[in-house]
């Protein structure tokens, strides 16, 4: 197992498993973390023994999001500022399956990224939550157009702006997860080795054809949602949003 910057990567055959790994922070996401999941990724992507990658967090949280003051920190550097899209736009053009087991809570990036793997695993204590209005900012990660094309507005509108918790069952009805299981990292693990025992070109054609349909509009998508996201970030609300979070109190939007 080699480690990056708290993202463990682990080689198994043909597989890699990239493990989400601060859990003293809740797994929360740092430009530096970004940068190894897009590292992890890329290769992955360039090693032909690899054929799937599965995504995993500790056994108590996913990841809780991005780590608000690593990003606040970073603000006046462009360059890494650029890391989450550049991850976003990794997973999502991803030739190989991609299989995610989430236990605990996957919030903002933690769900969105789901949405560009293959296959989900979870637990029925999971969690997931994209809570972007409730701090002053808009959906990211594609989400803007992927949950309404799989659930339709009402239900994307309660995800992406009321900003509502579902738990594994729920997130299961709902399509964002496949399987609702007690060992979501050794059942992911299973399938992953089932998928890379099969014909690895059909499986990447198959993956390939079954995205083809909105993947310029995706990618277009994703661009727009950062630009937005970014012009969101300097606003009063979000600035009010961020500050309750560190103080620890409600926001006051009046």
Do not use: W
Not at 58 to 67: I, R, V
Not at 104 to 132: K, N, Y
Not at 206 to 216: G, P, T
Request: net charge negative; charged share 20%.
């Amino acid at each position: 197992m080699s480690q990056g910057t708290h993202v463990l990567q682990q080689r198994d055959e043909t597989l890699m498993l990239l493990k989400i790994n601060r859990p003293d922070k809740k797994n929360a996401l740092t430009l530096d973390m970004y940068q190894a999941l897009i590292d992890g990724l890329v290769g992955a992507e360039q090693d032909d023994s690899v054929r799937v990658v599965v995504i995993s967090g500790t056994t108590d949280c996913f990841t809780s999001g991005n780590d608000i003051l690593d990003f606040m920190a970073a603000a006046s550097q462009p360059d890494k500022g650029a890391l989450p899209l550049k991850f976003l736009q990794t997973i999502s053009t991803f030739s190989k399956p991609i299989i995610a087991a989430v236990e605990g809570a996957a919030v903002g990036i933690g769900t969105s990224m789901l949405l560009h793997c293959d296959l989900v695993f979870c637990s029925e204590t999971s969690r997931f939550q994209l809570p972007f209005a409730r701090l002053g900012l808009v959906p990211e990660g594609g989400t803007s157009l992927l949950l309404p094309q799989q659930l339709g507005h009402r239900l994307a509108f309660e995800l992406l702006v009321l900003g509502n918790a579902v738990d594994g069952r729920r997130a299961a009805e709902l399509g964002l997860v496949n399987y609702v299981v007690n060992e979501p990292l050794a059942e992911a693990l299973k399938t992953a080795r089932q998928l890379a025992s099969m014909p690895p070109q059909a499986v990447k054609q198959s993956k390939q054809m079954l995205k083809s349909h909105h993947q310029e509009l995706l990618q277009s998508v994703l661009i727009d949602e950062v630009e937005q996201l970014t012009e969101r970030l300097s606003s009063a609300e979000a600035k009010e949003a961020f500050t309750a979070f560190i103080e620890k109190r409600q926001p006051n939007f009046n």
